[in-house]
């Protein structure tokens, strides 16, 4: 699969051009922008694999306060693509796998504590997001029921949305523009921009929602 893994301990920014870069990640094409890799980290990025950073840098395994035990981790398979439009900000705790010819397109904002993020086809998230923690996203359902297919279904988060803790997204979702994901929800079906949604699954509880 000629997969690169490296481990990384220590607070590392990493220029796109500099040497450290090169050596661990040719893949990534930007301009003046930057990787920031956080506190006690593994990666493992396959060499046909790109992280491509339009505006701003990726932040990856960031912590707010204090250094956090746990390790991040990001996997990035063959021909997968990371694709940031601003600045993001991915926390602490973070497990991140962007699976074969994959694409993880991510605008701008940041997603909190312990995230779980399963990458198979494309997933989208938009600009300005704010999405707590312990947060599950996942665009396939890994395994197969014999006879029932398991095909993948991308995912969209539109822009402007705020996502609450213990939160879990599965494939083929499109959550709109505005809307607020309750804590604990499970979304399995659309919700339509500028509504809150509750529940397992989450379903429409207001519409017409703002919130700041």
């Known amino acids: 699969m000629n997969l690169r893994t490296f481990y990384i301990q220590n ?36 060499k046909s694999s790109h992280i491509n950073i339009k505006n701003g840098f990726l932040c990856i395994n960031r912590f707010i306060t204090k250094k ?16 940031v439009e601003n600045t993001f900000f991915i926390h602490s705790g973070c497990d991140v796998m962007v699976f074969k010819n994959a694409k993880l397109k991510l605008g701008s904002g940041y997603i909190n504590r312990y995230c779980k993020i399963r990458c198979y086809e494309e997933i989208t998230i938009g600009n300005n997001v704010a999405i707590s923690e312990n947060f599950t996203i ?43 994901i309750a804590a604990g929800s499970l979304v399995n079906k659309d919700i339509p921009e500028n509504c809150l949604a509750a529940g397992v699954p989450a379903k429409v509880i207001r519409t017409n929602v703002q919130w700041k």
């Open 11 to 46: 607070i590392h920014f990493l220029k796109v051009k500099n040497i450290c870069a090169n050596l661990f990640i040719k893949g990534i094409r930007a301009k003046g922008s930057r990787i920031w890799f956080f506190g006690k980290s593994y990666y493992k990025i396959s």
């Open 68 to 83: 956090d035990p746990f390790i991040g981790n990001l996997e990035m398979y063959q021909n997968s693509t990371i694709d």
């Open 138 to 180: 996942w665009d396939s359902d890994a395994h197969e029921i014999i006879g029932n297919g398991n095909p993948t279904a991308p995912i969209v988060i539109g822009n402007k949305v705020w996502i609450g803790t213990n939160v879990t997204v599965l494939k083929g979702v499109t959550i709109g523009d505005g809307a607020v």
